[in-house]
């Protein structure tokens, strides 16, 4: 199906004309991608033909048909190319020439081999920003390691910050490392696009980002303080490591829900400690909070335990003490804020029918981004982008598809 056939496929969202070609698979190049596209861009994701990227084959199915691909690749195009061989190199190069924005997630040598290094991608559209996302970033000693996005959440701290005191370092159950650097990966591509549109002498960029960088960077507090006081937070469960809360942590209903609490601010634990009927007064410093927040929690975990978990979201409300259930995703799916909010939309799926899946986030009041396709077939846009948007002539296609190229 072309563009001609898609009415809702282009011409909405916040970055609509932009032009990114991926040559990145399974998650942190994408997921950048996958930002881009959602407000509109046109991103051209590149895949080796037969196979495809290795994310169509990862996750739950549905009868055979793989889910999470229908999320991950939503909203862009798909095309085969084998980089292996030199005319596949060269269509790469014009699809480089062709994009604003040329994302990467293969090691430097195989980029240098193939052409698609900062230099010579450099050399083929001098105004393009180059997205490199790599294990542990082009100018390191290991540049050409392997890495994926759990070694680099290992490497960034955030393991090592999670879990009990007492028990083993533990990830998060998603590709956390993977997801916060395709984040950062767009908020990057953003921040160079701009300088782009407002400096005359803009002459390209080139953006080289490891999947360890991201999380490290967002854990503000770690580095400072072993800096300046010569310690290294551990694992304090829910607490914070080293901001610790009066009260934060996660309490078992009487009918099996978990709920969190969070006070973090001396009205809040006050309203804690009158929920549970201690006297106010005595907690009315943050020193006085922290010296008893052992009582508190050891306090709300009775208390919590003795009601349902509806009693207690009641209560909690009433006493203006933040608190939630520890959602899952049925419990996502039947929320009433998630409905008002417009969070999950559904999506007409050539495979699977209708669809449920996150809407485009974050919201924009004029020109939202909007899910025009779920994750396309492999190669399903060859035609259109290599004839309609590159050029390519008959002749040269059929070369390409004769040779198993594309």
Avoid at 243 to 256: E, K, L, M
Avoid at 368 to 382: E, F, K, V
Wanted: glycine share 10%; proline share 5%; aromatic share 6%.
């Amino acid at each position: 199906m072309r563009d001609k056939d898609m009415p809702n496929a282009i011409g909405q969202g916040q970055l609509c004309g932009l032009k990114v070609v991926e040559f990145a698979h399974v998650v942190a190049g994408p997921l950048a991608g996958s930002m881009l596209a959602d407000q509109g861009a046109d991103v051209v994701h590149v895949e080796p033909p037969g196979t495809g990227d290795a994310a169509r084959a990862m996750g739950p199915r549905r009868n055979g048909v793989p889910l999470w691909f229908k999320v991950a690749a939503r909203n862009k195009r798909s095309v085969t190319l084998d980089l292996h061989h030199e005319s596949g190199r060269a269509v790469a190069h014009r699809l480089v020439a062709w994009a604003d924005v040329v994302i990467v997630t293969l090691r430097a040598g195989r980029l240098r081999r193939w052409g698609l290094d900062w230099e010579s991608v450099h050399r083929i559209n001098p105004k393009a920003v180059l997205l490199q996302i790599s294990g542990f970033g082009a100018t390191s000693s290991q540049a050409d390691a392997p890495g994926f996005g759990k070694m680099g959440e290992a490497r960034s701290g955030v393991v090592h910050l999670t879990g009990s005191p007492d028990g083993p370092p533990v990830h998060t159950g998603f590709s956390h490392g993977d997801a916060v650097t395709g984040l950062m990966g767009a908020y990057a591509v953003l921040a160079a696009l701009h300088r782009r549109d407002h400096d005359p002498d803009f002459d390209g960029e080139w953006i080289d980002l490891a999947l360890f960088e991201p999380l490290f960077r967002l854990v503000e507090w770690q580095v400072i303080v072993h800096d300046q006081l010569g310690t290294v937070p551990q694992r304090s469960g829910n607490q914070l490591a080293v901001a610790p809360a009066a009260v934060i942590n996660t309490y078992h209903s009487r009918d099996g829900q978990w709920i969190t609490v969070t006070s973090a601010t001396l009205r809040s634990v006050r309203n804690v400690a009158r929920l549970l009927g201690l006297p106010e007064e005595e907690f009315a410093t943050s020193d006085q909070q922290h010296a008893r927040r052992g009582e508190l929690d050891d306090g709300l975990r009775a208390w919590v335990a003795d009601r349902t978990a509806a009693e207690c979201l009641d209560a909690f409300a009433r006493a203006e003490v933040v608190a939630s259930r520890v959602f899952d995703a049925a419990d996502i799916a039947a929320d009433p804020v998630y409905a008002e909010r417009g969070d999950i939309v559904t999506v007409d799926d050539p495979d699977l029918g209708d669809v449920r899946m996150q809407a485009v986030l974050p919201h924009f009041r004029q020109r939202p981004g909007h899910i025009w396709r779920t994750g396309p077939a492999l190669g399903q846009d060859n035609d259109l982008v290599y004839r309609d948007w590159l050029g390519l002539s008959d002749r040269e296609l059929a070369d390409l598809e004769k040779n198993d190229v594309v």
